[in-house]
């Protein structure tokens, strides 16, 4: 492990930094952090391979999640495309019905003048 430093010594003099100042600012934050830093022999790097396989994973469940959304809704929109049909149907059939009845009365109508007629020409 290695600590790569860029930072080009400088003065700052507006804010009353000198160049000595500015390197020994540096110095002393490079010495507290490592006084907290913790024993690295122990460290173990991180396995991006499981983490991209995570990830993978996560995305596969996210994708399988939005097609069976679509799928919910696209079968929503079929039932309600369904009941619109269902419901065009009962009114075509309703309004077959309503005009046989006009018919019928217009039938026993023509049937009454007939009677009518003939009761008065007798």
């Known amino acids: 492990m290695y600590l790569e430093l860029r930072s080009t010594p400088r003065a700052i003099p507006h804010s ?3 160049q000595r100042s500015y390197i020994d600012t540096i110095i002393k934050a490079i010495q507290l952090k490592s ?3 913790t024993d690295f022999d122990h460290f ?5 391979t499981s983490i991209t396989a995570i ?3 996560i995305l596969l469940v996210v994708l399988v999640l939005l097609v069976l959304l679509v799928v919910l809704v696209l079968l929503v ?3 309600l495309l369904v009941l619109v049909l269902v419901v065009l149907v009962l009114v075509v059939l309703v309004a077959l ?4 009845l006009v018919l019928v009365v217009l039938v026993l109508l023509v049937v ?3 009677l009518v007629l003939l009761v ?3």
Request: hydrophobic share 65%; no cysteine; net charge positive.
């Open 112 to 114: 009454l003048v007939v």
């Open 35 to 37: 006084a907290r830093l």
């Open 44 to 48: 173990t790097p991180v396995n991006t």
């Open 16 to 18: 009353g930094v000198s």
């Open 120 to 122: 008065l020409v007798l």
């Open 77 to 79: 929109v079929l039932v």
């Open 55 to 57: 990830h993978k994973t």
């Open 97 to 100: 019905v309503l005009v046989v």
